[in-house]
């Protein structure tokens, strides 16, 4: 199976194409075919990504990617098979409200013929609305044309593909143990979830206000760092770390740490960064001790909720995905912690490169969702979360 994934949830557009052979989980896969374009210089200037101009970039870089992805992949054959005036009027009725789009389109299929793919995966949520419905009409056209399969795809399901697909070794899905904890942190998510088996989430705990990239994203502003802040600050706390300067601010909270329940709190963290600064020029040694005291924070309690998830649980395995997840010093940490007190819980983090968004992720979970019609009672939450009106499993 062919797989072609669609990514724009967020300020990375990006399109894949997978081979998947044989049944998930158990399924080899290769990717043939990948092509990502960051708009993170774009949104740097605003501190966060803006969501019209996400959009936009969305709209202007999918069908360059598709033709780059699809070139990869030695599947773009010149021709003109699949258009038509009729075509391009109804390409221009659906995307009525994205008529570059539309006429990028329009011009795509006057100059190739169909690939040959079998599956179109595409990510419907969560994310910022207007950035999703650009892959998800995108990918409604390119199915209606060539008709092919849509599925719909939940953005963190594929973050926890991407954690247990060895693409180094074998190119499968890890045998994890079962049952599994996931600990997703990202950009907008922290949070907790229980895998009884493939395919089956149970969220376990939540943030209440920000998530931890959010958090760190934030604080690196209140320091002065670029956005997307989260790997600038974490190299400033390094060198805190490696020249074990004294603590600026060591009575950071650590929220909900012994709430008794799975939930997160990060939105405290950042505000008591931010009185610790009040009025004050932090040296460059200064902020780099501040950096290690609030990734200190941070880490002290994902290692605590995830640790405790596990026990209540008996997790036999600990997936840890989203962006946060390239963090080094979260990783050392729950290594550390684990090793020590859940010897027999393996630990899964995503390889470089897929720790962040991508859409190889997304067609690993389009795979998944396909043959899903074999558990019907998969991913009740993901579906609630993430369904559209394209979905089609
Ligand atoms: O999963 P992701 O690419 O996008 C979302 O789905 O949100 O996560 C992006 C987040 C950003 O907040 C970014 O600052 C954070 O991941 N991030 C990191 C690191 N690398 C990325 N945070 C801390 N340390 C890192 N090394
Ligand atoms: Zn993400």
Known sequence: MRILSIETSCDETAI??????????????????????????????????????????????????????????????????????????????????????????ADFMNAYNEPEIDLIAVTVGPGLEPALWVGVNFAKVLAEIWNKKVVAVNHMEGHVLASVYDVVEDNKLAQIGFPAIALLISGGHTELLLMKNWGQYEKIGQTRDDAVGEAFDKVARLLGLPYPGG???????????????????????????????????????????????????????????????????????????????????????????????????????????????????????PTPGLSTDNSIMIALAGHARANSASNPAAAKLFRAEGNRSIAST
Request: glycine share 6%.
């Open 231 to 349: 790997p600038e600050l974490s190299k400033l706390a390094g060198l805190g770390r490696k020249a074990a300067l004294p603590p600026l601010k060591a009575d950071l909270p650590r929220p909900m740490l012994k709430s008794g329940d799975l939930d997160f709190s990060f939105s405290g963290i950042k505000t008591a960064v931010r009185y610790a600064l009040d009025g004050q020029e932090l040296t460059d040694t200064d902020t780099q001790a501040l950096a290690r005291d609030f990734e200190d924070a941070v880490t002290e309690v994902l290692v605590k909720k995830s640790s405790d998830a596990v026990a209540t649980h008996g997790a036999k395995s600990l997936i840890i995905g989203g962006g946060v997840s390239a963090n080094q010093y979260i990783r050392t940490e729950l290594n550390r912690h684990f090793l020590k007190e859940h010897p027999d819980c393996e630990l899964y983090f």
């Open 16 to 105: 894949s194409i997978i081979t998947a052979d044989g049944d998930f989980p158990d399924a080899t896969y290769e990717i043939i075919g990948d092509a990502l374009f960051s708009q993170i210089a774009l949104h740097a200037p605003y501190g966060g990504v803006f969501p019209s101009l996400a959009k936009r970039e969305h709209a202007k870089a999918i069908v360059p990617l598709m033709i780059e992805a699809l070139t990869e992949a030695e599947l773009l054959v010149p021709g003109s098979h699949t258009s038509s005036p009729e075509l391009t009027t109804s390409i221009t009725a659906t995307l009525e409200r994205e008529p570059e789009l539309a006429a990028a389109i």
